[in-house]
C-alpha cells in the first residue's frame, strides 16, 4: 500500500509572512508553492492582491495565480478543479506543495469537497443584481432572512454575492441552502495534510499592515489601477471590490484625497485580517506559530514540525 503523499498549508491573515514562510520551506524541502486565495486568481490585479513578484519568488514555482480575466466568474468549484490537476502534477514530479492560504473557503473546497449545489441561474442572478442596485444589499438580505434564516445569519448585509447566491439556491432547490451545505462532498484522498498557521501579535500584524498598504502604493499600486481603468476593466468587475481597489479607483476618477485614502484602506484591511483570523480559528489540526513567517525562530519551528511528523 502507497503511503500518502505531504501536502503543506500554511494559514494566517494578510501581511503575516504566509509567503516568505512558504518560500524559505520551499528552498528547504524541494517544494512549490500553490496559491489558495480567491483575489490573486484574476489577471492585472497585482499589487494589491498580494502576489509575490516574479524577482522575488526565488525561483520556487508559484502556481494558481493569473487564471482568468477580471470580468470572469471564478467559483470555489473552478478552484478546487485545478489546484487538484496541481497538486497530481506536483507530487508526480515528487516536489512538495505548499498552499499558501488566504482564502479559508478555497482551502476547504480543496481539503473538504463541495456541496452539490445547483449551477448558476445568470438570469436569476440578473434580477437579483437588478434589485441590490436599486434597493441595497441590506434589502436581499431582508428576503434571505426570510428563505434561509441560517445563511442570513451567516453572511454579511453587504456581501452582495453571497446573499444572492444562497437566495438562488434557495428558489431553485426550494430548500434552504443551509440545509444543502455538507451532502455529497469528496474530500482529498491520498494526501498527509500538514497545517500550520501563523499566530503573530496582534500589534505586531496591524503594523506590518499599515507598513505594507504604505509599501504597496509606493511599489505603483496607483499606477496598477489607474491602467485598469485605461485598459477597460468595468468597476463592476468583481475584482474592483478587493480591498483598497475601489478607493484607488475613486482617487482617480473623482479627485479625492490620497492621504484621507491610505489610512481607510489599513483600516479595512486590518479588519479583514481580523476576519481571517476568526475563520482560520475554526480550522482543526493546525499546528500554531507564534509570529510572523518573515521570523527565524517561525521558520525554523515550521521545518521542526514539518520534519517530526514526516519521521512519524
Known amino acids: 500500500m502507497n503511503s500518502p503523499r505531504r501536502l503543506v498549508a500554511i494559514l494566517g491573515p494578510t501581511a503575516s509572512g504566509k509567503s516568505e514562510l512558504a518560500i524559505a520551506l520551499a528552498q528547504q524541502l524541494d517544494g512549490e508553492i500553490l496559491c489558495c486565495d480567491s483575489t490573486q486568481v484574476y489577471r492585472h490585479f497585482d499589487i494589491g492582491t498580494g502576489k509575490v513578484p516574479r524577482a522575488e519568488q526565488k525561483g520556487i ?62 438570469k436569476l442572478r440578473e434580477r437579483l443584481r437588478a434589485r ?69 501579535a496582534r500589534t505586531k500584524l496591524y503594523s506590518r499592515i499599515d507598513s505594507r498598504v504604505n509599501e504597496m502604493i509606493a511599489s505603483g499600486w496607483l499606477e496598477e489601477v489607474r491602467n485598469l481603468i485605461k485598459i477597460g476593466v468595468p468597476a463592476s468587475a468583481k475584482p474592483f471590490t478587493f480591498l483598497g481597489y475601489p478607493q484607488l479607483r475613486e482617487h482617480i476618477l473623482r479627485g479625492s484625497s490620497l492621504e484621507s485614502i491610505v489610512p481607510e484602506i489599513q483600516q479595512a484591511t486590518r479588519r479583514y485580517a481580523k476576519r481571517q483570523i476568526t475563520w482560520f480559528r475554526r480550522e482543526s489540526g493546525v499546528h500554531w506559530l507564534d509570529g510572523l513567517g518573515v521570523e527565524q525562530g517561525v521558520r525554523a519551528e515550521a521545518l521542526k514540525i514539518i520534519s517530526a511528523t514526516s519521521a512519524g
Open 132 to 200: 441590490a442596485e436599486k434597493r441595497g444589499s441590506e434589502y436581499l438580505h431582508r428576503i434571505l432572512s426570510r428563505f434561509d434564516p441560517a445563511s442570513a445569519a451567516r453572511i454579511a448585509r453587504r456581501d452582495a454575492h453571497k446573499i444572492i447566491r444562497a437566495i438562488e439556491v434557495s428558489l431553485l432547490t426550494g430548500k434552504p441552502a443551509s440545509e444543502l451545505l455538507g451532502r455529497d462532498r469528496s474530500p482529498l484522498q491520498g494526501f498527509a495534510i500538514m497545517k500550520l498557521g501563523l499566530r503573530p
Open 61 to 122: 514555482p508559484h502556481h494558481l495565480m493569473d487564471l482568468v480575466e477580471p470580468q470572469e466568474v471564478f467559483t470555489a468549484g473552478d478552484y478546487r478543479r485545478i489546484a487538484l490537476e496541481l497538486l497530481e502534477d506536483v507530487s508526480n514530479r515528487r516536489k512538495l506543495p505548499i498552499l499558501t492560504v488566504g482564502t479559508g473557503l478555497y482551502l476547504r473546497a480543496l481539503l473538504e469537497g463541495l456541496d452539490d449545489l445547483p449551477a448558476r441561474s445568470e
